[in-house]
């Protein structure tokens, strides 16, 4: 979820609503947001358009920006129509890759119902979208040691057979995982095992 100036600014932009995933992995965004109207939502979500709405098809294909009416892709369900029936009549689409070796992607989908959104605009979402989404990068400072620890704490080993397996102390792992807790930003060593998972570290 995308909270502060940044949400406000989405909402701003994108008054009729809009959808944010960040960090796409190998199937789920490590965070998303969607403001879109509850009523489009449900019909989208119960009837299965996420695989035929040209717009999701050309997030998941592109990167850069273009507007909804830019999209030349098939819309054999008329999910743009239908969309424009709950208010998303005009909309823009905002994907960037990843520059690293993760391959990791996040997109945008924005809505107005008055007007096509300008230039101008498009680029200020574009910048925001890559502002979340570098923010969101995996550290590069991890050691392979650090990592290693992670991993077999995931596979639900004890700091002892973790020590034991890798033949140093039990402080030394110790002093790993603290290490690799405070390079991921977490609280507590299962939120440094998840999120290195999130991140595909481990």
């Not at 600014?9 to 959808?19: E, K, N, R, W």
């Not at 965004?29 to 299965?48: I, S």
């Not at 603290?178 to 440094?192: E, P, R, V």
């Amino acid at each position: 979820m995308i909270h502060g100036d940044e949400g406000r600014d989405f909402s701003f932009l994108a008054p009729a609503g809009h959808y944010i995933a960040l960090r796409i992995g190998f199937a789920f965004p490590m965070a998303e947001t969607n403001a879109l109207p509850a009523e489009w939502v449900d019909l989208y979500t119960r009837a299965g358009y996420m695989l035929y709405d040209p717009v999701m098809q050309w997030l998941y294909r592109n990167a850069g920006a273009t507007r909804w009416s830019g999209i030349m892709l098939p819309d054999p369900l008329e999910i743009l129509v239908q969309a424009a029936g709950h208010g998303l009549r005009f909309g823009a689409a905002v994907a960037c890759a990843s520059t690293g070796a993760e391959g990791q992607r996040s997109f945008g989908s924005f809505a107005r119902g008055d007007r096509e959104f300008t230039d101008a605009e498009i680029g200020l979402l574009s910048r925001k979208l890559h502002r979340l989404h570098e923010a969101m990068a995996p550290p590069t400072n991890l050691t392979a040691a650090e990592l290693e620890a992670l991993s077999m704490v995931r596979d639900g080993l004890l700091l002892k057979e973790i020590a034991g397996r890798l033949g140093v102390s039990e402080n030394a792992i110790k002093q790993r995982l603290k290490n690799a807790k405070l390079k991921l930003g977490a609280k507590t060593i299962s939120q440094a095992v998840s999120a290195s998972v999130s991140y595909g570290l481990i």
